[in-house]
């Protein structure tokens, strides 16, 4: 039987991932954070001491990923981050990692009956045929303070206008690449984050989920 997927987009630090959480929870859904894929590719780079733009290893190390390197606690770092989207835009690196964002989704771990994929082109490339498409938005502002209050929260000591400058670059970086740029799918519902707390986001997306499974 077809499981029922839900596919979240957005920019860096919407708040894709603590949404994605919570969804899957309440409708007992599998969780992917697409992001942890890239980074995990990155990570394995760095340590193995290759060029970021080396696209034999890319390729190479996402054929070894497994889900222990999206548990790695190095996966939340800036540096991590900042490798991850150096690498993102290969499409080599974005057809290797897509046979296993599809089979999360298809078959995702447990026999729950869906999945909630994260990332940047799940309602456009990876999952085109998703029962639920989001796209999360927020403003620069608030994402990069709500980014800055993560990390110092995880005894990171950075200030904001670096967060901030970080984030300007990154979002250039997923939206102007010619593989998969970050874009909502026409048929995806938008949700902007700016104003609204966790509790009002997960309330609207809870909503839209619902009506779509009880259709
Ligand atoms: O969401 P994140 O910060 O963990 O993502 C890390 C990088 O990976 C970011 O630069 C965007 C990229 N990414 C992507 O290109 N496609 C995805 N589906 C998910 C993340």
């Known amino acids: 039987m077809k499981k029922f997927v ?28 697409t992001g942890g894929l890239y980074r995990g590719v990155a990570l394995r780079m760095l340590r193995s001491g290759d060029a970021l733009d080396d696209v034999a290893a890319m390729v190479s190390q996402a054929s070894a990923i497994t889900p222990a390197d999206l548990e790695d606690p190095e996966l939340r770092a800036e540096g991590t981050g900042e490798a991850a989207s150096v690498v993102a835009p290969r499409p080599e690196l974005r057809a290797a990692l897509l046979a296993y964002q599809r089979n999360f989704a298809n078959h995702p771990p447990n026999g729950a009956a869906g999945a909630v994929l994260d990332g940047r082109d799940i309602g456009t490339v990876v999952c085109p045929d998703a029962e639920v498409k ?34 300007a670059k990154r979002d250039a970086r ?42």
Do not use: C, W
């Open 174 to 215: 997923d939206s102007s690449r010619a593989a998969s740029p970050l874009a909502a799918a026409d048929d995806a519902h938008l949700l902007d984050t700016t104003k609204m707390d966790i509790e009002a986001a997960f309330a609207a997306a809870r909503q839209i989920i619902a009506d779509r499974l009880n259709d």
């Open 134 to 167: 989001l796209f999360i938005t927020a403003s620069a502002e608030a994402r990069a303070q709500r980014r800055h209050a993560e990390l110092r929260g995880r005894g990171e000591d950075i200030r904001l206008e670096i967060v901030q400058a970080d984030l």
């Open 6 to 33: 839900v596919a979240l987009d957005g920019p860096v630090a919407a708040g894709k991932g603590t949404l994605g959480r919570r969804i899957a929870v309440q409708f007992s859904f599998a969780y992917l954070d």
